[in-house]
């Protein structure tokens, strides 16, 4: 799957120096690569029954609403604290340094269902873990992680051990 890496954009020292930034922006402005990218992530689980479909904030928006159509199941929105107008649960998680937090709906996830979480890009695997313990704290089953961009030397796959991890790039 490693033609999708001609679609995405690398920015050295960005956003401070060296950081090598992987810009999807470009991969989404192509119709040939968005498409690829949305058909692979729905072949890949369209043998699995979804239920939801979950995106986190804010690149994850770009990919799991649409996936979750293909998949005919629901989207759900996982935000930064404060985003959500409704009741909502929330877990935490440790950052290179510091803590961060997300929140969903309390009522997004019922239980039983099986959930699928699609997002850009995994690096430590903080933030995919978390919204994974929120679907769990639901009563929810997650089904899989899909992710556009996986940073394996950051090996993010040690902090989702068993849980299934498809990334279609990785680095």
């Known amino acids: 799957?490693?033609?999708?890496?001609?679609?995405?954009?690398?920015?050295?020292?960005?956003p401070k120096p060296g950081i090598l930034f992987y810009d999807i922006t470009t991969l989404l402005a192509d119709p040939k690569a968005l498409r690829m990218t949305v058909?692979?992530?729905?072949?890949?689980?369209?043998?699995?029954?979804?239920?939801k479909v979950i995106g986190m904030?804010?690149?994850g928006f770009m990919f799991a609403?649409?996936?979750?159509?293909?998949?005919?199941?629901?989207?759900?929105?996982?935000?930064?604290?404060?985003?959500?107008?409704?009741?909502?649960?929330?877990?935490s998680y440790e950052l290179e340094y510091g803590t961060d937090t997300l929140e969903i709906?309390?009522?997004?996830?019922k239980e039983g269902e099986r959930v699928l979480i699609i997002d850009d890009l995994v690096a430590t695997g903080g933030t995919a873990a978390a919204t994974a313990d929120l679907v769990e704290k639901l009563?929810?089953?997650?089904?899989?992680?899909?992710?556009?961009?996986?940073?394996?030397?950051?090996?993010p796959r040690q902090r989702l051990a068993n849980?299934?991890?498809?990334?279609?790039?990785?680095?």
């Open 65 to 91: 609403p649409i996936v979750a159509y293909n998949l005919n199941a629901g989207f759900v929105p996982v935000r930064k604290p404060g985003k959500l107008p409704w009741n909502t649960e929330s877990a």
């Open 57 to 59: 904030e804010s690149r």
């Open 1 to 14: 799957m490693d033609d999708l890496k001609a679609y995405i954009r690398e920015v050295p020292d960005f």
């Open 163 to 171: 849980r299934e991890v498809i990334s279609l790039i990785q680095y």
């Open 105 to 109: 709906h309390a009522d997004a996830v």
């Open 139 to 155: 009563g929810g089953t997650v089904a899989g992680m899909g992710f556009l961009v996986e940073l394996t030397f950051l090996e």
């Open 39 to 51: 058909d692979r992530f729905v072949w890949l689980f369209a043998g699995q029954q979804i239920d």
